[in-house]
């Protein structure tokens, strides 16, 4: 019985036929899981934008935001459970490496399958086949860049607020880190949206060109409003980051406000 389930493995992996004679329904669903994944990040990340960038508000605001997510206000004292946090990144980061090893399916993996997949774009020279490969470019990037911030996220909950992410930024270097995982993360998600939107069908005009068209001009909104919202987050961390004393470990501090950073009582 083993012997004949391997046989039918082999055949299935060289013929794309099972033994009923017809194909397998497994791409089909990876490539289903793959988008649900993808999908679910995507939209994470914008709503992790919006979330981060309450710091342009003040220290305050996104140290309230950091509090919500750690249930302060189920905590008797206020000071919320930061081990929900570690949580919320653990499930994050599963899903992460989930949708990063079902995209590695279609990425060539050999020198005559990069070769193939050049000449293809060279010769085509489509739109779509070069957001494919910054895709993937982007993509490969993040699964590293990606996992060290998670990682961060998971074993130090209590330093997302304004004081100690202000300090990482600056004082632990994490800044070009940040940077590059910044543009990373947006070109990646707005590319891969627009992908799925033109594979499933969603939000179809008139004619595919009328669609083709829309989808295209709101990737590159989405690309342009969440890089510059991206940036002057950025630019915020860095700034209170520059105040800080590098020599006081704010890392073990929870909450802060905009008078404390200052340096006033």
């Given at each position: 019985m083993q012997q004949s389930n391997l046989d039918n493995r082999i055949i299935e992996s060289y013929t794309g036929i099972s033994k009923q004679n017809r194909a397998s329904r497994m791409p089909a669903l990876l490539d289903y899981l793959q988008s649900a994944t993808g999908l679910f990040l995507a939209l994470f990340m914008m709503a992790h934008m919006f979330f981060v960038s309450?710091?342009?508000?003040?220290?305050?605001?996104?140290?309230?935001?950091?509090?919500?997510?750690?249930?302060?206000?189920?905590?008797?004292?206020?000071?919320?459970?930061?081990?929900?946090?570690?949580?919320?990144?653990?499930?994050?980061?599963?899903?992460?490496?989930?949708?990063?090893?079902?995209?590695?399916?279609?990425?060539?993996?050999?020198?005559?399958?990069?070769?193939?997949?050049?000449?293809?774009?060279?010769?085509?020279?489509?739109?779509?086949?070069?957001?494919?490969?910054?895709?993937?470019?982007?993509?490969?990037?993040?699964?590293?860049?990606?996992?060290?911030?998670?990682?961060?996220?998971?074993?130090?909950?209590?330093?997302?607020?304004?004081?100690?992410?202000?300090?990482?930024?600056?004082?632990?270097?994490?800044?070009?880190?940040?940077?590059?995982?910044?543009?990373?993360?947006?070109?990646?998600?707005?590319?891969?949206?627009?992908?799925?939107?033109?594979?499933?069908?969603?939000?179809?005009?008139?004619t595919p060109e009328i669609t083709l068209k829309r989808l295209r001009n709101l990737k590159i909104a989405i690309s342009v409003f969440f890089i510059i919202l991206g940036l002057a987050t950025y630019a915020a961390y860095v700034k209170n980051g520059l105040k800080l004393d590098k020599n006081t470990n704010y890392m073990t501090i929870h909450q802060m406000g905009d008078n404390e950073i200052r340096g006033n009582k």
């Open positions: 309450t710091i342009l508000i003040s220290n305050e605001a996104m140290d309230k935001v950091s509090r919500f997510f750690e249930l302060d206000f189920l905590s008797s004292d206020g000071k919320g459970y930061p081990f929900v946090v570690s949580i919320l990144a653990f499930v994050v980061f599963s899903i992460f490496i989930l949708h990063a090893l079902l995209a590695m399916r279609k990425f060539p993996i050999n020198y005559r399958q990069y070769i193939r997949l050049k000449a293809h774009k060279d010769a085509l020279r489509h739109s779509d086949t070069k957001l494919w490969v910054i895709q993937a470019y982007t993509g490969f990037a993040m699964f590293f860049l990606g996992s060290v911030h998670l990682y961060i996220v998971m074993t130090q909950p209590q330093t997302i607020g304004a004081i100690g992410s202000s300090f990482r930024f600056v004082h632990q270097h994490f800044w070009l880190l940040y940077l590059v995982l910044l543009f990373a993360v947006e070109l990646h998600g707005s590319i891969g949206l627009y992908r799925l939107a033109v594979k499933w069908g969603w939000f179809e005009a008139k």
